[in-house]
């Protein structure tokens, strides 16, 4: 999704920053972008750091001349985070590093660049988990994003007089290596699918549009919320089959 968003913002005519842990997968982005035609440079950053994170975010103010979005994509969903009764202390806290710490520092060190450049919309990727528990267990994962959407309401509390946006895309299943690895056989894929009235997992560009509006001028009034794009997976009680 994260390469996606890169790519479909480029072409929409943003300059980009790709950052990802992965430099290899960084590089190949940029590639395609640049071979496309778009503006954009790499970033290695493991977001658990502030000060990667903060080299991330200078890394737009000096090859661009300031941020005016950030999409806050990176995240995990370790295979061992189960019930709370299975879930050890260490994935918790490996999940809370990433995708909640992850988040603030980004959101952190991209604020102070916003404030330079007279604002911006900020994008923290949550999780339809967020809003209800989910059928397969994953109690880490789950708080980690209700977390998200909760930090997301904060700053864009503090922050709306001061022109920056802050609101929280969350995506229903979609089948990227994360949930992938998540729904690891048949049964757990049927299981999950049987909750989505659209009888089907969601594609990536589903997502990536929704942070297009959500970073555009298209939602000049809208702050602190969390964009479901679910297939309906949040609306449903039951689904008829
Ligand atoms: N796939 C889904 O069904 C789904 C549903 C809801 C929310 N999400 C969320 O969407 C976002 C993207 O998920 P995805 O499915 O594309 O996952 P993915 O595993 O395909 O991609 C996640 C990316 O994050 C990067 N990353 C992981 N840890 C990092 C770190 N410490 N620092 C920097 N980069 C790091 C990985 O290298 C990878 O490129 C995540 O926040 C995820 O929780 C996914």
Not at 205 to 230: C, K, P
Request: hydrophobic share 45%.
């Amino acid at each position: 999704m994260g390469r996606l968003a890169c790519e479909r913002f480029a072409e929409e005519g943003a300059q980009v920053v790709v950052a990802d842990l992965n430099m290899d997968a960084v590089e190949e982005v940029v590639a395609a972008i640049v071979a496309a035609g778009g503006s954009a440079v790499g970033a290695q950053v493991d977001v658990r750091y502030a000060d990667q994170v903060e080299a991330m975010v200078q890394r737009s103010v000096t090859e661009f001349g300031g941020l005016d979005i950030i999409y806050n994509n990176a995240g995990v969903s370790p295979g061992e985070d189960d019930t709370p009764l299975n879930t050890s202390e260490e994935t918790w806290d490996f999940t809370f590093d990433v995708n909640v710490k992850g988040v603030f520092l980004c959101n952190k060190f991209a604020i102070a660049a916003m404030l330079d450049s007279g604002g911006g919309s900020i994008i923290n990727v949550a999780s339809f988990v967020a809003h209800m528990g989910a059928a397969t267990p994953q109690i880490a994962y789950t708080s980690s994003k209700g977390a998200v959407l909760s930090m997301t309401r904060e700053i864009a509390a503090i922050y709306a007089r001061q022109g920056i946006r802050a609101n929280a895309l969350c995506p229903g299943p979609v089948l990227t290596p994360l949930l992938a690895k998540f729904l690891s056989d048949e049964e757990k894929r049927q299981r999950r699918l049987v909750h989505i009235p659209m009888g089907r997992f969601g594609e990536a560009a589903e997502m990536v549009n929704g942070a297009l509006f959500l970073a555009s001028d298209d939602s000049s009034y809208m702050t602190g919320q969390s964009l479901l794009i679910d297939g309906g997976i949040t609306s449903s009680y039951t689904t008829p089959l």
